[in-house]
């Protein structure tokens, strides 16, 4: 059974940075790896995302801002979060594609305020 653990969350004002991190266990390929997060009113949205270990993927909001990496054996991913806007303030989610299979962790509050 994949399981994701999510940490690195927290309060932060404008300008400053985190580092979200996301470990999964029980993984045997990662085809994908990343994270999402769901503004009130919208829809899901794409926050970065590593695809077969190599390429990386950005949502236009925080394109030039965020940096996703992974760790040697693959199985944890960062995500470098700096010059944050109150409009970063979301719950990130981490997602994972095992061949066909989803899986998404809890969640963690990332709050950008003054």
């Known amino acids: 059974q994949v399981q994701l653990v999510e940490s690195g969350g927290g309060l932060v004002q404008p300008g400053g940075s985190l580092r979200l991190t996301c470990a999964a266990s029980g993984s045997i390929s990662i085809n994908a790896m990343g994270w999402y997060r769901h503004p009130p009113g919208s829809h899901r949205e794409l926050v970065a995302m590593?695809?077969?270990?190599?390429?990386?993927f950005y949502g236009a909001s925080v394109e030039g801002r965020f940096t996703i990496s992974r760790d040697n054996a693959g199985n944890t991913i960062y995500l470098q979060m700096n010059n944050l806007k109150p409009e970063d303030t979301d719950k990130y989610y981490c997602y994972l594609r095992q061949w066909t299979e989803e899986y998404w962790g809890q969640g963690t509050q990332v709050t950008v305020s003054s």
């Open positions: 590593i695809s077969n270990g190599v390429n990386t």
